[in-house]
T-cell receptor, first 115, second 109 residues
Framework: ETGVTQTPRHLVMGMTNKKSLKCEQH?????MYWYKQSAKKPLELMFVYNFKEQTENNSVPSRFSPECPNSSHLFLHLHTLQPEDSALYLC??????????????FGPGTRLTVT | GQNIDQPTEMTATEGAIVQINCTYQ??????LFWYQQHAGEAPTFLSYNVLDGLEEKGRFSSFLSRSKGYSYLLLKELQMKDSASYLC??????????FGAGTTVTVRA
């Protein structure tokens, strides 16, 4: 399944670096999501975009900055991260938020390590 | 918010049946989902329940009782490839998904 792609797959960065994660969906969906998955913890919803508009910011620290230039692309800009931000960051898409189409399709994730 | 509980780990033998329970507390309910996630891979959709009862899809079935805040995922005729993490997720009235921590199922020969 290559409907949702994410780059890079692995990223190691220092606390003073600035980097960006990229997500692209080829499914014609209008809603895109960022999740954080830490070991032994539930997936945490971070941001939701519906038709390019941000509809959800789940109390995420400002060192994470999302960008959605169009319905197919989603970015997560990272700066001055902390070691506890090390996790798997998953992107997902669905037809639209609030649509009865119920599936979210996930990308393979970016494994982020902050040193 | 949502409070979703599921067991951390389960082990079963190839060919056997395993049932993964999920209980939830939610301020609004708009469907329950099960996803499968192999190590290092994306979660993939398995099943969806919004009404009470059993949904069957091949070797996998999912059950929902809204009054009890309870669901289970039943995996039959287990195969080695079924070794994975199984995630229970509840969608609220705002169409946000909240996930449980996942149940790691290990299938042994």
């Amino acid at each position: 399944e290559t409907g949702v792609t994410q780059t890079p797959r692995h990223l190691v960065m220092g606390m003073t670096n600035k980097k960006s994660l990229k997500c692209e969906q080829h499914l014609g969906h209008n809603a895109m999501y960022w999740y954080k998955q830490s070991a032994k913890k539930p997936l945490e919803l971070m941001f939701v975009y519906n038709f390019k508009e941000q509809t959800e910011n789940n109390s995420v620290p400002s060192r994470f900055s999302p960008e959605c230039p169009n319905s197919s692309h989603l970015f997560l800009h990272l700066h001055t991260l902390q070691p506890e931000d090390s996790a798997l960051y998953l992107c997902a898409s669905s037809q639209a938020q609030g649509d009865n189409s119920y599936e979210q399709y996930f990308g393979p994730g970016t494994r982020l390590t902050v040193t | 918010g949502q409070n979703i509980d599921q067991p951390t780990e389960m082990t079963a033998t190839e060919g056997a049946i395993v049932q993964i329970n999920c209980t939830y507390q939610t301020s609004g309910f708009n469907g329950l989902f099960w996803y499968q996630q192999h190590a290092g891979e994306a979660p993939t959709f398995l099943s969806y329940n919004v009404l009470d009862g059993l949904e069957e899809k091949g070797r996998f079935s999912s059950f929902l009782s809204r009054s009890k805040g309870y669901s289970y995922l039943l995996l039959k005729e287990l195969q080695m490839k079924d070794s994975a993490s199984y995630l229970c997720a509840v969608r609220d009235r705002d169409y946000k998904l909240s996930f449980g921590a996942g149940t790691t199922v290990t299938v042994r020969a």
